[in-house]
């Protein structure tokens, strides 16, 4: 995938896109931010089940049955949360998407209001970071049960972490404040001395949870490659070799397991062996941010191939994202916002990019988006909906894809 400058072509595909959707995205935009005024930045989360008071003793703290509570909640069609005394609560992760969709809107708009929303963002990030290690980084604000592993509220994850630490990265670009740098250079600290690596030949695996946590799964693609994303561009910024050299390893490592298609595992073990999209676009943003800020072009092959089985496997003619590789339902919103921000990020090396972009984010909110501002988390059929408002998972992700979509863009029109 070679990379290029934005062409006559691909400006009129801009135009394209912009005159059919820009309004529509503003707007968008507009009642989202509304949704989460009044609510002020809180909301329910994707896996946040085993927040509910009333039902959480009788689990008896039992591996199963917290996994039953969890994925009762999660799964089924109706908000149960209030019900069941799951509080709306803030999110680290939501609030780094936040920060990141409020910098985008900023820059689009020049509308101070912004860049002062994301300035507030960053400061209740570095007031909320987990403690007792060795550098900033951030978790879960509840208790989650996977199916090998417990992780209570306050262990931070390499995934929430790494995008985090991306959004103080773009807020020292963009605000040009050297304390942002700091808590992206002290994430980088927190990977490399409070993660496991898992060698593997030549390369290695980033673990996606602390080493003291016991856990089985530790080794999965888009965890590694987040870690390596920000490992690699806080080296841009720095200079600083190790941060490179473990991002290059790390990165071969998800390199090596690509498959024949083009495609990504979640992960390698046995019970990860599934494909989708989201997951799959982090891994393909993380080999784009890993060539921009190292120039090691090592990874192009790699990253053309991922990139092109994602585009041809994950969307209908329509525009419609589907979840995975081999079949279509859920229509999950994770998938939509990721999508346009992948479709977004690879415009320079995609000319037609955009304008898929421009389908999803059009068939999303005339389907996922409420009337009062938010999104939905999951659309089953044309008739059953899971209309929960997750914060991270659908709000926060949604903001920071529509203010990047309309950047690219380019301000609307008065």
């Given at each position: 995938m070679a990379s290029t400058t934005v062409s006559a072509g691909n400006e009129h595909a801009i135009r394209a896109v912009a005159?059919?959707?820009?309004?529509?995205?503003?707007?968008?935009?507009?009642?989202?931010?509304?949704w989460l005024e009044r609510n002020q930045l809180r909301g329910y989360d994707t896996f946040d089940g085993l927040e509910a008071r009333f039902v959480r003793p009788l689990?008896?703290?039992?591996n199963f049955l917290r996994t039953v509570l969890q994925q009762g909640i999660r799964r089924f069609p109706l908000n149960l949360r209030p019900l069941l005394g799951v509080p709306k609560a803030h999110s680290t992760k939501a609030m780094g998407f936040f920060?990141?969709?409020?910098?985008?809107?900023?820059?689009?708009?020049?509308?101070?209001?912004?860049?002062?929303?994301?300035?507030?963002?960053?400061?209740?990030?570095?007031?909320?970071?987990?403690?007792?290690?060795?550098g900033a980084c951030w978790g879960n604000h509840f208790d989650y049960q996977s199916r090998s592993f417990y992780l209570p509220k306050g262990v931070p994850t390499v995934v929430w972490t790494a995008l985090i630490g991306h959004a103080f990265l773009e807020g020292y670009d963009a605000c040009r404040r050297e304390e942002y740098l700091e808590v992206a250079v002290s994430a980088c600290k927190h990977i490399c001395r409070d993660?496991?690596?898992?060698?593997?030949?030549?390369?290695?695996?980033?673990?996606?949870?602390?080493?003291?946590v016991p856990a089985p799964n530790k080794v999965v693609h888009?965890?590694?490659?987040?870690?390596?994303?920000?490992?690699?561009?806080?080296?841009a910024h720095t200079?600083?070799?190790?941060?490179?050299?473990?991002?290059?390893?790390?990165?071969?490592?998800?390199?090596?397991?690509?498959?024949?298609n083009g495609a990504w595992y979640y992960g390698e073990r046995f019970n990860l062996h599934w494909v989708d999209n989201f997951h799959s676009a982090y891994v393909l943003d993380s080999f784009k941010l890993y060539t921009q800020s190292t120039g090691d072009h090592g990874f192009d092959d790699v990253m053309q191939k991922g990139y092109t089985y994602w585009k041809q496997t994950f969307f209908l003619a329509d525009g419609t994202p589907r979840y995975y590789d081999r079949k279509t339902l859920p229509i999950d919103i994770q998938c939509c916002s990721q999508a346009i921000d992948t479709l977004v990020f690879f415009q320079d090396l995609d000319p037609d990019s955009l304008a898929l972009a421009g389908k999803i984010v059009n068939w999303t909110i005339d389907r996922m988006q409420d009337r009062t501002?938010?999104?939905?988390?999951?659309?089953?059929?044309?008739?059953?909906?899971?209309?929960?408002?997750?914060?991270?998972?659908?709000?926060?992700?949604?903001?920071?894809?529509?203010?990047?979509?309309?950047?690219?863009?380019?301000?609307?029109?008065?």
């Amino acid at each position: 995938m070679a990379s290029t400058t934005v062409s006559a072509g691909n400006e009129h595909a801009i135009r394209a896109v912009a005159d059919d959707t820009r309004d529509k995205v503003y707007s968008s935009i507009l009642r989202l931010s509304d949704w989460l005024e009044r609510n002020q930045l809180r909301g329910y989360d994707t896996f946040d089940g085993l927040e509910a008071r009333f039902v959480r003793p009788l689990t008896f703290e039992s591996n199963f049955l917290r996994t039953v509570l969890q994925q009762g909640i999660r799964r089924f069609p109706l908000n149960l949360r209030p019900l069941l005394g799951v509080p709306k609560a803030h999110s680290t992760k939501a609030m780094g998407f936040f920060a990141r969709g409020f910098l985008r809107m900023h820059q689009a708009t020049g509308d101070p209001s912004w860049k002062g929303k994301a300035e507030k963002a960053l400061h209740w990030l570095v007031e909320h970071q987990c403690s007792g290690y060795s550098g900033a980084c951030w978790g879960n604000h509840f208790d989650y049960q996977s199916r090998s592993f417990y992780l209570p509220k306050g262990v931070p994850t390499v995934v929430w972490t790494a995008l985090i630490g991306h959004a103080f990265l773009e807020g020292y670009d963009a605000c040009r404040r050297e304390e942002y740098l700091e808590v992206a250079v002290s994430a980088c600290k927190h990977i490399c001395r409070d993660l496991e690596r898992f060698p593997d030949g030549d390369t290695l695996c980033i673990g996606y949870i602390p080493a003291h946590v016991p856990a089985p799964n530790k080794v999965v693609h888009n965890s590694n490659t987040l870690a390596a994303s920000l490992l690699s561009r806080v080296y841009a910024h720095t200079g600083n070799e190790s941060f490179r050299s473990l991002a290059e390893r790390a990165m071969r490592y998800t390199a090596k397991y690509q498959q024949a298609n083009g495609a990504w595992y979640y992960g390698e073990r046995f019970n990860l062996h599934w494909v989708d999209n989201f997951h799959s676009a982090y891994v393909l943003d993380s080999f784009k941010l890993y060539t921009q800020s190292t120039g090691d072009h090592g990874f192009d092959d790699v990253m053309q191939k991922g990139y092109t089985y994602w585009k041809q496997t994950f969307f209908l003619a329509d525009g419609t994202p589907r979840y995975y590789d081999r079949k279509t339902l859920p229509i999950d919103i994770q998938c939509c916002s990721q999508a346009i921000d992948t479709l977004v990020f690879f415009q320079d090396l995609d000319p037609d990019s955009l304008a898929l972009a421009g389908k999803i984010v059009n068939w999303t909110i005339d389907r996922m988006q409420d009337r009062t501002g938010y999104f939905y988390y999951r659309r089953y059929s044309s008739w059953l909906v899971n209309r929960t408002p997750t914060l991270h998972w659908g709000q926060a992700t949604m903001l920071c894809a529509l203010a990047g979509l309309y950047k690219a863009l380019g301000s609307r029109q008065q």
